[in-house]
Structure formats: C-alpha cells, structure tokens
C-alpha cells in the first residue's frame, strides 16, 4: 500500500496521531494505492485495515 499525504494530513497526522488516517482518507488528504488485489490484501490478514480505512474495491 502506498499512502500519499497531503502537508495538511501531516500536519494532522504529527499532532493526532494515527487514529485520524481514516478521516483523512475519506477527505482526501491522504490517498492510497494499493497494490495488489483485494483478495491478496485479505488473504494477508490486512481486512480490518482496509475496513477501519473505509475503501471499497470493485468486484469484477
């Protein structure tokens, strides 16, 4: 997973900590790019991150 910040997320981030990355990712301010499949990311034991984040991938 690759997690670019916006100055404003960092700021965020420095000062709350980590429990605010979810709300900073529906916002926008921190966008994240996954790089392997849904599948794979669950089968690595990664479900309850990718849920707490709020993302959703497609089902094709």
Same mark, same amino acid.
């Given at each position: 997973?690759?997690?670019?910040? =916006?100055?404003?997320?960092?700021? +965020? %981030? /420095?000062? !709350?900590?980590? +429990? /605010? &990355? ?6 926008? !301010? &921190?966008? @994240? $790019?996954?790089l392997?499949?849904?599948a +794979? %990311? !669950? ?6 991150? &990718?849920? =707490?984040?709020?993302?959703? $991938? @497609?089902?094709?």
């Amino acid at each position: 997973m690759l997690l670019v910040v =916006s100055g404003l997320a960092l700021d +965020t %981030l /420095c000062a !709350e900590g980590d +429990t /605010c &990355i979810g709300a900073l990712v529906r916002r926008g !301010e &921190i966008r @994240p $790019f996954l790089l392997r499949d849904a599948a +794979t %990311l !669950e089968a690595a034991g990664l479900a309850d991150l &990718i849920e =707490s984040l709020g993302l959703v $991938f @497609p089902r094709h």
